[in-house]
């Protein structure tokens, strides 16, 4: 694949007519990628070659490898112009060092390739690093990372977005073989791990194909590209389609393949495995039979067992047993013992020595006492021997009573030799035995006789095997795949030796079964896979033909008409869509030579018709004439008007600016000008809000809220709240009041605003000082206030001597009086307090519900003596909202108060809390007095209240409003009310759910 796209990417760069220092280097970087390629394929097949070319073939990829490395790193710097100035004869010497390095180090030296590793696969590494291979990473991966490192640099210091892509694309194309070539070919084999594919060739692949985007797609070299014809890509697209469609069907035949050669891999180890089970155990029963038949078959044996007295009859017998028992002992058995009913022995075949011992606690002896029975492996005492007994019992034939037992004794390795006699299991299969524990009792291929007894086999065949004991062979998988004792994947099988409780294990590595396949199927799949692309390149370049003929008939055609031929057909007889695409074509050049012939005719009838327009234009450009003088004497008119209406508004006395619907400034006054410090040019054209900055108070720089915006979009006057300071060019703060209404065209659309605002220093300061006189005022007043409510208080009590009812009614009637005079006092210090700035705020996460339940729980005398119906309604989804309590408090009271004392006696109250997408809106009406009409717009004044509340109650400040209002405004909400007199009214108050924002302040409000 690799190839391919070098090949398709120089077939591209040879056929550009110019050529640059740039498209050269490429180029070259290509040829040698190509090179490269080719010898690395030759190098991971060459196990068809002798070993000493297979190792040059290797020693030759690194070689090429490292010159492709450096050929990419002088492209980077030729595309870069770094070293356009660097001179010719030093940019030679440093390639001759390099060059000659390299080639010392990776083809005449042995310290980068030291030899071949066989038994690898075709994609793993296949050689043996040197002493010398850490220095050969360095020289060859150096360029590859420098290379990196100056695209990184470009890249961040590219000045436009499209230089920014193109080297942000050829970062990440160079980035492909830093970490997939330089690792999987370089790092790894240097750290050892040679199991795991080469990347090197496939990142290539990557990094060409990302150049190739770049030249072709973004133009990188900056100039005119000669495009590939469609033939090419035709040809390209059928190879790469039958080469992919190759390489699938490969890896799908491959899989198959590997599928049938395991099972008849599994097939062939099952069957040894079965018959090797049953060889042991017909040995076993074998040995068993042969010392039953001596013992039971033996007449001095038994005159042995029944001879009472040791006297010479005895001996004599005894000699001629011994000489029975070694007659018997073979290369198999190698010690036969035989034992009284006692469990003592009375002569052996060798050792006799051993004659006396007692064997009655041994398990040879226990467990054969009624039945024969085979031991387990066990090592010889003091040597590196290890063997297993059969256990034969000897019964008197006419009483059949117990007389005593023979045992033979059986070397291990007799087993060893009966596993591995006759059979082919490969170069690393094996055969094996396990015990009950799964401990290993014969020595393997990979595990000697030291490990017998010790080595515990945990595998899932092991398992299986002790598991499936009692189940039928044939219930085994198909293929039984499982890591073995290396942690190497293996196919193997296993056996249940039920006498024994013994296990019989065989295997075969999984790479030694893959690695002979593969090495056959790989020279089959080169070999077709070249053969098919050259096939398939043939077979696509004649259908190409089909195609690309027509369009070029139809193109030499085109060009014949653009040159005026109109009697030219283009002769294609297919009846596909190219033929039908000439016949439209030659339709068309009829069409156009019948359109050419009559358009003399339509020209003449045109100009006859151009004649009359214009004798018609002529007496329109006369009618033209006489409503553009009545149009220009409206202009004059218009003129006039307007300069009547400028100099209205130059000479109003407040501050007047005009926006339009998008809040545009497109008119003010000088007024307005010498106000604020900007000139008219800083002004017109301009949204007001970005120039005017109307601010709540000198003490900080927030911003109110939108009152042009508001008039624009409700279509009503909107007023400037109070406090509202306007920032100059200069910085300073002055105090301005006014409002904003609407402009409405004839459909009574809003289509802008007129701004009226004033400079209200000097109010302010009177203001000030009259708000500061009443703070010290009413500060003056609590004393003595305080002074009599507390004496008030004291004659009520009786402390001065009991009062009549007389006196107690005046009493009661100062009291009272008292009570409201500091009721006033507080409100007149709430009020100083806001307007002087001094007002604290503390906000912190404050129930609004249980503030509203709580004012309403304090007026409960009074709305039970009016009997009004109190409903509230708090809706579950209200969060706490960061606010100050003591505000919150005023808000709720001042307004519940007023509905309490001024609905009469039966009426309803409602208290309605919703929340909305950013606010809290808290709702409160009555069925009361209600406010009249004429007196709406001054309801939030202080000190003022309605004629009618003031008839029926002449107690109330006229303050609290004004307060709430305030409070309102300070937290960023809004308030307003609807009210028809003798109905009731309704307070709206709209509170963000952000809450109030804290502020610095000396006083809080009562």
Not at 265 to 291: A, P
Not at 705 to 712: L, M, R, S, T
């Amino acid at each position: 694949m690799t190839v391919l796209v070098c090949l398709a990417m120089l077939y591209f760069l040879l056929k550009q007519a110019k050529k640059t220092a740039s498209s050269r280097a490429l180029v070259w970087l290509i040829f040698i990628t190509t090179i490269w390629t080719v010898v690395e394929i030759l190098a991971s097949i060459g196990f068809i070659v002798n070993e000493i070319i297979h190792l040059y073939l290797w020693r030759s990829a690194f070689f090429l490898g490292g010159i492709t490395t450096y050929s990419l790193l002088c492209f980077i710097l030729t595309f870069f112009e770094i070293c356009k100035k660097i001179n010719f004869k030093i940019k030679l010497i440093t390639g001759l060092v390099l060059g000659i390095l390299s080639f010392y180090l990776t083809i005449i030296s042995s310290g980068t390739v030291k030899n071949i590793l066989t038994n690898r696969a075709i994609w793993e590494i296949g050689y043996e690093t040197g002493q010398l291979f850490p220095l050969t990473v360095m020289v060859v991966g150096f360029p590859m990372l420098a290379s990196l490192l100056f695209t990184l640099w470009k890249y961040f210091t590219a000045k436009n977005e499209k230089n920014k892509k193109q080297y942000g694309l050829m970062t990440m194309g160079i980035f492909s073989p830093a970490i997939g070539g330089v690792l999987t070919n370089l790092i790894l084999p240097l750290l050892g791990i040679v199991h795991f594919p080469r990347l090197a060739n496939f990142s290539s692949v990557i990094l060409i194909g990302v150049l190739f985007y770049v030249i072709y797609e973004l133009n990188a070299f900056k100039g005119e590209i000669k495009r590939y014809s469609i033939r090419f890509r035709l040809v390209i697209m059928v190879v790469a389609i039958t080469f992919f469609g190759s390489l699938i069907g490969f890896f799908v035949y491959y899989s198959n393949s590997m599928n049938v050669l395991n099972q008849e891999v599994y097939r062939n180890f099952d069957s040894i495995t079965q018959i090797k089970s049953y060889e042991l155990q017909n040995f076993l029963n074998f040995q068993k039979s042969k010392l039953d038949l001596t013992i039971k078959s033996s007449i001095v044996i038994g005159e042995l067992f029944n001879k009472v007295e040791q006297d010479e009859e005895y001996f004599a017998i005894m000699e001629k047993v011994k000489n029975k028992l070694n007659l018997i002992s073979d290369k198999e058995i190698r010690e036969i013992i035989l034992l009284d009913k006692n469990g003592r022995i009375v002569a052996v075949s060798k050792n006799s020595s051993e004659e006396g011992k007692d064997y009655s606690q041994k398990e040879e002896y226990k467990n054969a006492l009624n039945r024969d029975f085979i031991s387990d492996i066990r090592k010889e005492e003091n040597l590196e021997k290890y063997y297993f007994t059969i256990s034969v019992p000897y019964f008197e034939s006419q009483s059949n009573k117990f007389q005593g037992m023979i045992i033979g004794k059986i070397d291990a390795q007799v087993i060893e030799n009966l596993l591995a006699e006759k059979i082919d299991l490969g170069d690393t299969g094996e055969i094996f035995l396990l015990n009950r524990e799964k401990k290993l009792i014969t020595a393997t291929k990979y595990l000697g006789r030291e490990e017998i007894l010790n080595k515990k086999i945990e595998t899932i065949s092991s398992t299986e095997c002790f598991t499936e004991k009692n189940k039928e062979y044939s219930d085994h998988k198909a293929v039984n795949k499982f890591l073995d004792y290396r942690n190497i994947e293996v196919i193997g099988t296993h056996a249940y030796i039920a006498q024994m409780n013994w296990c019989l294990v065989s295997k075969i590595d999984q790479k030694e079964i893959t690695d002979k396949y593969e090495k056959g199927l790989s020279i089959i799949f080169f070999l077709s896979l070249i053969i098919i692309i050259i096939v398939s390149s043939l077979v696509a370049y004649f259908y190409s033909l089909t195609i690309s003929r027509p369009i070029a008939d139809l193109q030499d055609g085109a060009q014949e008409l653009s040159r005026g031929n109109l009697d030219y057909k283009v002769e294609i007889d297919s009846r596909d869509e190219f033929g039908q695409l000439a016949g439209v074509f030659n339709f068309m050049g009829q069409k156009l030579k019948e359109t050419y012939s009559s358009l003399e005719k339509k020209v003449k009838e045109r100009t006859r018709e151009l004649e009359k327009s214009i004798t018609e234009m002529d007496n329109s450009r006369k009618a033209m004439l006489n409503i553009l003088e009545d149009v220009d004497e409206e202009k004059n008119k218009t003129q006039e008007e307007k300069e009547k209406i400028s100099a209205i508004l130059h000479s109003i006395g407040d501050g007047v600016f005009v926006v339009d619907d998008q809040a545009k400034i497109i008119m003010i006054n000088q007024v307005t000008s010498d106000i604020s410090g900007f000139s008219q040019e800083e002004l017109i054209g301009k949204r007001y809000d970005k120039i005017l900055h109307f601010v709540q108070d000198s003490q900080t720089e927030k911003i109110i809220y939108d009152f042009v915006g508001e008039a624009i979009a409700s279509g009503k006057t909107r007023e400037m709240p109070i406090h509202t300071m306007l920032v100059r060019k200069d910085g300073e703060k002055i105090p301005v009041s006014d409002s904003a209404a609407p402009l409405k065209n004839e459909k009574n659309k809003v289509v802008g605003c007129v701004v009226v605002f004033r400079d209200i220093a000097k109010e302010y300061q009177v203001d000030k000082a009259k708000t500061e006189f009443v703070s010290l005022a009413s500060h003056q007043l609590r004393t003595p206030l305080s002074a009599i409510n507390w004496y008030t208080e004291m004659l009520l009590a009786g402390d001065a001597g009991e009062l009549n009812k007389e006196q107690r009614s005046f009493m009661d009637e100062i009291y009272n009086g008292n009570q409201r005079m500091v009721e006033l006092v507080n409100s007149l210090l709430n009020v100083s307090r806001i307007e002087l700035g001094t007002l604290a705020i503390e906000p912190r996460p404050t129930d609004f519900a249980k503030i509203s339940n709580n004012v309403v729980k304090e007026l409960i005398n009074e709305i039970k003596i009016k009997q009004l119906k109190v409903k509230e309604n708090y809706a579950k989804n209200i969060p706490l909202i960061n606010a100050d309590p003591n505000l919150t408090r005023i808000i709720f009271q001042n307004i519940i108060t007023n509905a309490v004392k001024y609905t009469p006696e039966k009426g309803k109250i409602d208290i309605i809390l919703e929340k909305e997408s950013k606010n809290l809106l808290i709702k409160i009406s009555d069925t009361g007095y209600g406010i009249p009409d004429n007196q709406k717009d001054r309801i939030f004044q202080k000190l003022f209240r309605a004629d009618n509340v003031r008839e029926k109650d002449t107690n109330g400040s006229g303050l609290g409003l004004y307060l709430v209002k305030s409070i309102v405004e300070q937290s960023e909400g809004e308030i307003w009310f609807e009210s028809k007199e003798n109905k009731g009214t309704t307070f709206f108050v709209r509170i963000p759910l952000s809450g109030m924002k804290k502020k610095e302040g000396s006083k809080t409000l009562n």
